[in-house]
């Protein structure tokens, strides 16, 4: 059971990394964006080169990663979703949707369609009663922890941060005081991409790399906004890891409905708290 609490949360702090970018970005700008996709496969594909790059580096190749991720997302947002604010969301999605599309398109041709293994960085493991527990996958856990603390206070302290919570409730009367609310919307959307990249990289050494890995997270993902709320910072965290554990728990028993629980879960919170766009 302790294998499965842990697989649980580490599931959990990899979806929270995705999911809390999408929920920004969607209380914010009302933008469902698939392109979140695309800068969670870029800063994977980036981390294994890098790491070939360096020699096995994997932090600095971490680092690295992510940051590539960063001009990729404010292109995104500069020449194609800030067109898109205030339009329906249908146009978002199938804009974000094209893009990611292109991107997965291109990963392809630069790097093949073939599946890249990565090994865990780490490689050692914690004893615990007798078991033997993975120290990369509590390292991930304890990240997304001190992560969730960190834009606490980025958000509840800093001016940014206060404006983007304002922006999220009423973002018309952040207008009317004579802010640019299109400037902290792109530092929204960058902040939300390089999180997904930190995700994908994180998420790396213990999946299966391949241009379309992007798009069952993201599913998930916008099924733990949908839970947690859009917008909602804190439910975000909490329904991540809640999926995370509902995911860890079917697979013990019913391994081909591990992800089908979770958007069943979701149904059922949309039956009783329908979305309001």
Known sequence: MIYTILYGFSIGAILYFISIGLSLTFGTMRVINFAHTLTYTIGVYALITLVAFLQGYFVVAAILAVIIVIPISYVIERFIIRRLYGESLDYTFIATFAVSLIGIDAIKWIWGVNPYPMKDPIGEYLMFWGLSLPIYRILIIFIAILLFIALSFFFKKTIVGKIVVAALDDKDGVRCLGINVDK????????????????????????????????????????????????NLKGTFISAFALGMVMSITARYWSQGAETMVFIVMAIVLIFRPIDI
């Open 184 to 231: 902290y919307f792109s530092i929204v959307f960058i902040l939300g991409s390089a999180l997904a990249a930190l995700g994908g990289v994180l998420y790396a050494p213990i999946s299966s790399i391949h241009p379309y890995m992007g798009l069952s997270i993201l599913l998930l993902s916008f099924a733990v906004v949908i839970v947690g709320g859009m917008g």
